[in-house]
C-alpha cells in the first residue's frame, strides 16, 4: 500500500524558513515523480512544485518560484520543500503527492497534508 | 500559463442521476488532463488521468472525455458518497495548474 506521511508544518513568521518533508513506503520510490500541492483555507487546489524522478526535471508555480525548493533522497525514499521567505499567503495544508510516472505528470496518490500557519 | 476553467461551480443532483462537469484550457493541452475528487475533512482523491484513462480502482460510473481545450467529467447514477468538490488539472507545462473547483451537492 502506498503510503506518503508529511511532516515538519507548522506556526512560523514571516520572512522565515520553514523545511516539510515527505517519507514514502509502499512503492519503488525512485521510479516515480513526486508533487507538492497545497489547500489555503477555503480554497481550492494549488499545484506548488513537482520533480521527476531522478532530479532532472523541476516546476514551481509562480507563486513560490525563487523562494521554494523542492528536492529528494532516492535512498531515504524522502521528499522535501524548503520555504523560504515565507508569506502569509503561504498558510495553507500541504500535500505531498506521488505521481502516476517517473516524468512529472498527473498524480495519482495523496498524503493527508501538513499544516502550515505563516503568522508573526 | 495555462488557466483552467470550471463550470458549473457549483451544482445539485438527485440520487440516480447523471451529471457532468466541463472544464475548459486557456491554450491546447492535447491530453494532459487529470480529474480529482475531494471531500470535506479529507485529502484528494485521483480519479482519471490522460483526459478519460480511470485510476486502478475508480468505479466505471465516473468517465472523462476531451481532448485540445475542451474536457468533461461525467458521474452516472450518482450517490450519496459521489457528494464531493471536483478539480480539474492540467498537466502539459510547468507550471500545471487546477481549476477552481466544481462543488456537487446531492439532493
Known amino acids: 500500500e502506498v503510503q506518503l506521511v508529511e511532516s515538519g508544518g507548522g506556526l512560523v513568521q514571516p520572512g522565515r524558513s520553514l523545511r516539510l518533508s515527505c517519507a514514502a513506503s509502499g512503492f519503488t520510490f525512485d521510479d516515480y515523480a513526486m508533487h507538492w500541492v497545497r489547500q489555503g483555507p477555503g480554497k481550492g487546489l494549488e499545484w506548488v512544485s513537482g520533480?521527476?524522478?531522478?532530479?532532472?526535471?523541476?516546476g514551481y508555480a509562480d507563486s513560490v518560484k525563487g523562494r521554494f525548493t523542492i528536492s529528494r533522497d532516492n535512498a531515504k525514499k524522502f521528499l522535501f520543500l524548503q520555504m523560504n521567505s515565507v508569506k502569509p499567503e503561504d498558510t495553507a495544508l500541504y500535500y505531498c503527492?506521488?505521481?502516476?510516472?517517473?516524468?512529472?505528470?498527473?498524480?495519482?496518490?495523496w498524503g493527508q497534508g501538513t499544516l502550515v500557519i505563516v503568522s508573526s | 500559463d495555462i488557466q483552467m476553467t470550471q463550470s458549473p461551480s457549483s451544482l445539485s443532483a438527485s440520487v440516480g442521476d447523471r451529471v457532468t462537469i466541463t472544464c475548459r484550457a486557456s491554450?491546447?493541452?492535447?491530453?494532459?488532463l487529470a480529474w480529482y475528487q475531494q471531500k470535506p475533512g479529507k485529502a484528494p482523491k485521483s480519479l482519471i488521468y490522460?483526459?478519460?484513462s480511470l485510476q486502478s480502482g475508480v468505479p466505471s460510473k465516473f468517465s472523462g472525455s476531451g481532448f485540445g481545450t475542451d474536457f468533461s467529467l461525467t458521474i452516472s447514477g450518482l450517490q450519496p458518497e459521489d457528494s464531493a468538490t471536483y478539480y480539474c488539472q492540467h498537466y502539459k507545462s510547468y507550471p500545471q495548474t487546477f481549476g477552481q473547483g466544481t462543488k456537487l451537492e446531492i439532493k
Open positions: 490522460a483526459a478519460s
Open positions: 491554450q491546447d493541452i492535447s491530453n494532459y
Open positions: 520533480i521527476s524522478w531522478n532530479t532532472g526535471s523541476l
Open positions: 503527492a506521488r505521481d502516476e510516472g517517473y516524468q512529472v505528470g498527473a498524480i495519482q496518490h
